[in-house]
């Protein structure tokens, strides 16, 4: 079990099912290793010894590189909505297996998405000194106004309301934005009025 030890200290808190192959340890005892408790399956393929290793910031940053944080979660990142999301909201190649998603905790709530329409927007932000992927906040309005029903009804006011506020708002991003993702009625309607 040492060796164990120091392969995921190794590997910063996780590993993969196929890396335990260099210490000699096949998926038979890497489940007996689950089952005792030695071993925490964090999703299909990725162990640790310890959940309590990581935040939750931790384990998303980790897992999903390639995710742009989007919806809810962005508008939380952007304080843009007070309350946290129940999920992580995950915006992903829509060519990504569906079974990456499927765990336990945290909670990720995946938004399929087109490579062309994934790269519009994307940027980078920086939460407790981890690196995400991130939607700008323009994108993200456009997204809201695109995916309403998605959202709660207070929690899209309160969106609008805190970007209508934002003095770092930038308006031509959002109506170049808005004609991408097909919004340009709504932007004018619900925002425009505002402006």
């Given at each position: 079990?040492e060796k164990?030890?120091k392969?995921i200290?190794s590997h910063g808190?996780?590993?993969?099912?196929e890396?335990?192959?260099?210490?000699?340890?096949?998926?038979r005892?890497i489940?007996?290793?689950?089952e005792?408790?030695e071993?925490v399956?964090i999703k299909?393929?990725?162990y640790?010894d310890?959940?309590d290793?990581?935040?939750e910031e931790?384990l998303i940053a980790?897992?999903?590189?390639d995710?742009?944080l989007c919806?809810?979660s962005?508008?939380?990142?952007?304080g843009?909505?007070r309350q946290?999301?129940y999920?992580w909201?995950?915006?992903?190649d829509k060519?990504?297996s569906?079974?990456?998603?499927?765990?336990?905790y945290p909670?990720?709530?995946p938004?399929y998405?087109e490579?062309?329409?994934l790269a519009?927007?994307a940027?980078?932000?920086?939460i407790n000194d981890?690196?995400?992927?991130?939607?700008?906040?323009?994108?993200?309005i456009?997204?809201?106004?695109?995916?309403?029903?998605?959202?709660e009804?207070?929690?899209?006011?309160?969106?609008?309301q805190?970007y209508?506020?934002?003095?770092?708002?930038?308006?031509?991003m959002?109506?170049?934005?808005?004609r991408a993702?097909k919004?340009?009625?709504?932007v004018?309607?619900?925002i425009?009025?505002?402006l």
């Open positions: 079990m164990v030890h392969l200290d808190g996780i590993v993969k099912k890396e335990f192959a260099d210490i000699d340890v096949d998926y005892r489940l007996d290793f689950v005792s408790g071993l399956r299909n393929g990725y640790t310890r959940m290793r990581f935040s931790e980790r897992l999903f590189p995710a742009c919806m809810e962005a508008l939380y990142a952007y843009y909505i946290k999301p999920g909201h995950l915006a992903v060519n990504t569906k079974s990456r998603f499927k765990m336990d909670k990720v709530i938004y998405t490579p062309e329409a519009l927007g940027t980078k932000i920086e981890l690196t995400f992927g991130i939607y700008d906040k323009e994108r993200v456009c997204d809201c106004l695109k995916y309403e029903g998605k959202l009804h207070e929690i899209f006011k309160e969106a609008l805190s209508i506020k934002d003095e770092e708002k930038d308006i031509s959002l109506m170049e934005y808005a993702r919004v340009v009625s709504k004018q309607s619900l425009g009025v505002w």
